[in-house]
């Protein structure tokens, strides 16, 4: 067959034209500019619309649920940490609760408000940097700078509790790692100033602003009924009109002690999960205020006098059996393990031995406390709940993140599953931007905010 | 538990075991009365189960005790708006068939659920339009989470043909 040249083509004379107008295919990704997340859409356009699109997932897939069953149920918190990581202390929470609901422990009240905080403050993280990324990419570069910036605040919130950004591994079946740093409800209320400013800023760049309007507006919408179909929760079914909110509908934590509202809109599109998250980050934000001032705290009970000791030293002479005095002795400890004294994790875990690694002073100091600590951390060991199953919702910042466990009686998860807010939106993604314009996917694609750790796990 | 007694009276010996524990509803449900008892926990107004929030399965090969049962168990997870509940079914099904009846007609988001499924236990979803793997790729040997998969098995990663 004769080369069709490119004047040929043009004109529609010679083979391979004719025919009338063919679609064009479209690989967007899996590593597009335009786009954060890896994710594959293979669209099929007719001019600049687009006619059909298959969405495909997986390319961070990385055997999270399998992962789970190979160690001891606190081995799983590190990975947990790595699904949603814009605000991995609610999936460590989630993870930690469902498992105690298996093990049918309560966690102490300061354990509970210390969980809100750090819920609301991680969710604040999220809608920061999803609305800042949208924008970004329909070019409003100086909101994202803005949003980073107060994100900025809030991690370092983050780094004062829990020693790190993101891989925090903050949660533990029953309880939290340690209680939180000096003067931290003083410096929270100081970043939420600082975030209230940033978001008065954003308000007034984007919300009614002419370009962002007509690119948002209209855009990306999914009907009420077809949103509940495909199991969306989240902001983009508050979007879409329906108050579901795990927080509301089944408090956990202390959620039902704290007033807040739940923003919704009635559009579904992406102008209405704009303003839905904004007003979010302001309702978490009264949650978060809320608490810290009801969290209890009482005096730290100390229950013993003694001067402090080098924990070295303090090793030694038990090592040589010279143990008389040493129990309940206080010991200054290595900056790593701050916050592992006995009266902060006396208040912010549950006393459960079953569940809870003793104070350092107490594995460093009696023998009790160190087969204690043994009987944790040794493989065989550890945290034995009863055969069953629990499954246990939290609301993640992109909607309903569940922890499905199942246990055999042993010290190994039997069975971890992990319920992806943001794979219901992504299963639904064809159908928001099928008849769109190409340039359109854009926008809708960050406002469902695609989170790969989670989606593909 | 009026929706276990609900469904117990609806559905007779389809219901092959109920559950509550700890506040959770359960109920093992026969494979061929599947599909009823799923419409009719959607569309009848007393149940109203709206959402499938979750689909998933969970192999009992090594679960002790029930190295000889059937060994898949595919788990739904309902939850309905209007009524703020949520309920547990399940579906066991042997090693040699495992096949269970699809519910993407009910909901659409059975569709991933049950793709991720196949891709990851192998088990078929009798009807599904589109039974691709979801997060593996096509020339993936094997279910990871069967627990006879090991975890340190590795496969070439295949790309697109050239």
Known sequence: ?457 | MPILDELRRRFGDAIVETADHRGELTAVVARDALPGVLAHCRDEAALAFDVLMDLTAVDYQKFPGREDGPRFEVVYHLYSIARNHRLRLKVRVDEDDPSVPTAVALWPIANWLEREVWDMFGVRFEGHPDPRRLLLYEEFVGHPLRKDYPINRRQPLIGPAT
């Open chain 1, 1 to 457: 067959m004769a080369q069709t040249t490119r004047r040929e083509f043009m004109l529609g004379e010679g083979s391979g034209t004719g025919g009338g107008p063919q679609n064009l295919h479209l690989g967007v990704g899996p590593a597009h500019p335009a786009m954060h997340g890896i994710i594959r859409i293979a669209a099929e356009l007719d001019g600049e619309t687009i006619v059909r699109a298959d969405v495909e997932i997986g390319y961070l897939h990385r055997a999270f649920e399998k992962d789970c069953e190979q160690g001891g149920w606190n081995n799983a918190i590190p990975y947990t940490d790595r699904l949603n990581y814009v605000s991995p202390l609610i999936n460590n929470f989630g993870y930690a609760s469902a498992v105690e609901k298996l093990l049918d422990i309560d966690v102490t009240e300061r354990c509970k408000y210390i969980r809100v905080i750090m819920s609301e403050i991680s969710r604040i993280c999220d809608h920061l940097t999803c609305v800042g990324a949208s924008a970004m990419e329909l070019g409003a570069f100086t909101v994202f700078l803005y949003m980073i910036k107060a994100r900025e605040f809030l991690w370092e919130l983050v780094e004062d509790v829990t020693g790190a950004r993101l891989t925090i591994s903050y949660g533990r079946v029953g309880g939290v790692k340690a209680d939180l740093p000096d003067g931290f409800a003083d410096k929270t209320l100081h970043a939420f100033k600082q975030t209230r400013e940033v978001l008065d800023e954003v308000h007034r760049l984007l919300t009614g602003n002419r370009i962002f309007m007509d690119r948002m507006v209209g855009v990306g919408a999914l009907s009420r009924e077809e949103t509940i179909a495909y199991a969306i929760t989240g902001p983009l079914l508050r979007a879409a009109g329906v108050p579901y909110d795990v927080r509301r509908a089944q408090p956990y934590y202390v959620y039902d002690r704290l007033e807040f509202e739940i923003p919704t809109q009635k559009a579904g599109d992406n102008y209405a999960r704009y303003l839905v998250r904004m007003a979010e980050m302001e309702q978490s934000m009264r949650i978060a205020e809320q608490a810290l001032a009801a969290i209890p705290s009482g005096p730290i009970n100390v229950d013993f006098e003694g001067r402090p000791i080098d924990p070295a030293s303090y090793v030694d002479r038990g090592k040589q059996g010279k143990t008389e005095g040493l129990l309940l002795l206080p010991i200054t400890l290595s900056p790593n393990l701050q916050g592992q004294e006995r009266p902060e994790l006396r208040r912010v875990n549950v006393d459960d031995k079953r569940v809870v690694l003793p104070p350092k002073e107490n594995a460093y100091g009696s023998i009790e406390g160190l087969m204690n600590h043994f009987m944790l951390i040794m493989e065989g060991y550890g945290i034995r709940p009863p055969a069953g199953e629990a499954y246990f919702p939290v609301e993640g910042a992109n909607g309903e993140l569940g922890f499905y466990v199942v246990s055999d009686g042993s010290d190994r998860p039997y069975r971890v599953r992990c319920r992806p807010p943001c794979l219901p939106p992504l299963a639904a993604l064809h159908r928001m931007i099928v008849g769109e314009m190409v340039a359109d996917l854009v926008p809708t694609f960050g406002s469902v905010n695609m989170i790969g750790g989670e989606l593909d796990r």
